[in-house]
């Protein structure tokens, strides 16, 4: 009699549907990571602690064994490059790096004639999954592949429980509209993640009409470094034993008294609690200013709701509490006024197509001129005409900004005056430049800014938030005049995190798109002296090493993409890490004097001078600006009116409609497991359209894993 026979006999099967081989095998490569092969040179197996709910036999631990004996070992030698010149040793556990080893692997199963079926290793440390806590069981990994028809409260209880780093889920495709489910794994800040769609249509122990989906629950650990020399202990975002407490025992209490960073916090998880609620609205397709009305004026109704029901108190409980009348109505009206600038605000923010293309000063101008009209209703008519007067002033600060920031820059010793005023007096400089007078100019690309810099920031080497602010805005100056100028690295730099230092260069780059350069390029590292461009595609003479017009093609099935590699020196190099001098948008020296010293791309600085010559009135036409600078009729051309310009196709995104893919209401359906012999299941008849994984807006954004086709899963 076989294993499925007995325990229907003896009644112990509790919808017992051994795991198949592909799902474990799934699971066993995203536990591993991506296969290592002969060209990785640091690699070694993983080793896991593992819980097993609902185990059956034990058929994970010895599946997950054998794929893992599978793997063949790696050389035992790591050979540095293609000629295998240079090699290192490989010790036991690098050579085993494509094997999964569980140390430790605990069961809980409720059958006993499975229990005795299972490995020798097993560690069985509970039967009844209802009986039993998880928190006080900890591991690695939780396994469970639940039974069908109960599958919400196992995934539920697991995820709220369950006090390990993974999750590994067995459960129905419609799993995502369950909202205990959602809830659970926000309650534990969970990300979760489908490894892949599977059914038991052809299970090699149990066949069945099932379409289910591997679920991996992340319960987002986070690493404290107690050193620089010691690896630090693990703890889980949110503690399994503290949300069983808060939520079992529901005391709402301020623990302690208010200090600085507790108020800072909770105004912080405010605001995200105001973007969360803008975000959950916006999921039916109305545009953004209905939400916001309609979000305003449902606070708007709870404020005044909430200070009518202060009517109802007795005015010696007033007496008591020491209220005055006077204070309760300017508390009223500070609430109401804080509303209307928190949504005048969330308005301001979104205008991202105008506000990205500004200095901060005029960013700051912009929104002071903004949030000087909050008092205003907050109404759909109103946001619209201050929408409306936004759009009409937008080219006009794009203009203001690029003439401050042009000079700014003007020093005397950084400018060339145009051929026809060539009698300017320098000496003069200070006072026409203070004066307005001074005109007919170009910005050299050589400019030297000066700043004060107080005696604290000298012996600190901090170098003054000003020059951050001045890379900032040069480069937004630099996007608006079509350059893809990457400073991403200093948007949020000041002077106590920033990279700037004294009597040191540094370089903001263009963004660089994808590209091979030739042997013998010059490069910012130094000379290429062999380019290797790494591809999935079968080379043309058969062999894994091709070379062609002096590029190396190394061939490997196992490259996801083409990509470039090059030698410079000794050393090689990704592509993305390799740039040329054209590629420096500007570089960056500053000094303890106050000195900053910019070199800037050439073609940036004609393209800014000629704009501005154009604004301000100085050049014509292109061919005056051939005529006044050092520059040619086509460039002058191709520059003439070449600063971004707010155009009308742009306004319609201006206050964009986000569309968010959401499913219907959860129902909570049930679709029972049919259990069928392998005879009596016919293909064409039986064939089920498996149900479209729906997620809604039960998950935070950071929860799913977002993959290259754009879906929050990866089905289509």
């Not at 995203?30 to 602690?49: F, I, N, P, Q």
Request: glycine share 4%.
């Amino acid at each position: 009699m076989g294993v499925l026979q007995t325990i229907k006999k003896l009644k112990e099967d509790f919808e017992w549907y051994p795991t198949t081989r592909e799902i474990i095998e799934a699971m066993y490569w995203d536990l591993l990571g991506d296969k290592v092969g002969e060209e990785k040179y640091r690699a070694s197996g993983k080793r896991y602690t593992m819980l097993d709910i609902g185990a059956g036999n034990g058929k994970v631990f010895d599946t997950i064994k054998k794929i893992a004996q599978e793997q063949p070992l790696l050389g035992e030698y790591y050979y540095h490059d293609i000629k295998k010149e240079s090699k290192s040793w490989r010790d036991e556990n690098e050579r085993y790096a494509n094997r999964v080893f569980i140390t430790k692997y605990m069961v809980i199963e409720k059958s006993q004639i499975l229990v005795d079926m299972m490995p020798k290793e097993t560690l069985v440390v509970g039967m009844d999954f209802e009986q039993n806590t998880l928190i006080d069981k900890q591991a690695d990994v939780v396994f469970c592949n639940p039974p069908y028809s109960q599958y919400e409260q196992w995934a539920t209880r697991i995820i709220r429980e369950a006090n390990a780093k993974y999750i590994y889920l067995v459960i129905p495709q419609r799993w995502g509209k369950h909202k205990g489910i959602a809830q659970a794994l926000k309650d534990r800040k969970a990300k979760v993640k489908i490894i892949g769609n599977f059914d038991f249509l052809n299970a090699e122990d149990r066949k069945a009409r099932a379409y289910v989906s591997l679920v991996k629950v992340e319960l987002n650990y986070m690493k404290y470094d107690k050193s620089r020399y010691h690896r630090g202990d693990s703890k889980v975002a949110v503690d399994p034993f503290d949300l069983w407490f808060e939520q079992t025992f529901r005391i709402k209490a301020q623990e302690k008294e208010d200090d600085y960073f507790s108020s800072v916090g909770r105004a912080e998880k405010k605001e995200r609690e105001f973007q969360k609620r803008v975000e959950n609205e916006l999921v039916s397709g109305r545009d953004l200013v209905s939400v916001l009305v309609q979000l305003y004026n449902q606070e708007m109704e709870k404020l005044i709701g909430n200070y009518m029901k202060l009517s109802e108190l007795d005015e010696e409980l007033f007496a008591e509490l020491n209220i005055k009348l006077n204070e309760v109505k300017e508390s009223f009206k500070l609430k109401i006024q804080g509303l209307k600038n928190l949504y005048w605000e969330e308005i301001f923010n979104n205008l991202t197509e105008i506000t990205k293309r500004l200095t901060r000063s005029t960013r700051d101008k912009l929104k002071n001129k903004l949030m000087a009209n909050a008092s205003i209703d907050f109404n759909e008519s109103n946001i619209r005409s201050v929408v409306i007067w936004v759009l009409k002033n937008a080219n006009h600060y794009y203009e203001e900004q690029m003439l401050e920031l042009y000079d700014t820059f003007t020093t005397e010793e950084g400018i060339r005056l145009y051929k026809s005023n060539q009698h300017f007096v320098k000496d003069t400089f200070r006072y026409n430049k203070r004066d307005k007078k001074l005109d007919k100019y170009a910005l050299d690309y050589r400019v030297i800014l000066h700043y004060y810099v107080d005696d604290w920031d000298k012996r600190e080497g901090r170098v003054a938030d000003k020059q951050y602010e001045n890379i900032r805005d040069v480069s937004v100056i630099g996007r608006n005049l079509g350059f893809a100028v990457n400073d991403e690295e200093f948007q949020n730099s000041n002077k106590y995190n920033g990279k700037l230092q004294y009597g040191v260069k540094s370089n903001i780059f263009f963004a660089v798109a994808n590209r091979i350069l030739p042997k013998g390029t010059k490069t910012l590292d130094g000379k290429i002296k062999e380019v290797y461009v790494h591809t999935n595609k079968p080379n043309e003479n058969g062999e894994r090493v091709m070379e062609k017009d002096g590029v190396l093609y190394v061939y490997s099935d196992k490259n996801k993409t083409d990509w470039v590699q090059y030698k410079i020196g000794d050393a090689y190099f990704h592509e993305n890490t390799i740039l040329l001098e054209s590629d420096i948008f500007t570089t960056v020296k500053p000094h303890k004097n106050g000195n900053c010293h910019f070199q800037f791309n050439k073609k940036f600085m004609q393209k800014l001078n000629l704009e501005v010559g154009r604004i301000r009135g100085w050049l014509k036409d292109p061919k005056h600006a051939s005529e006044e600078m050092d520059i040619s009729i086509e460039d002058a051309t191709e520059y003439w009116k070449s600063s971004f310009t707010l155009l009308p196709e742009n306004i319609q995104n201006l206050l964009p409609n986000m569309n968010i893919n959401i499913s219907a209401e959860d129902e909570n359906e049930k679709n029972p497991v049919i259990d069928n012999s392998e005879s009596e299941i016919k293909a064409k008849d039986d064939e089920v359209k498996k149900e479209e994984m729906e997620t809604s807006n039960l998950y935070d954004e950071n929860q799913l894993e977002v993959f290259k086709n754009g879906t929050l899963f990866d089905v289509a």
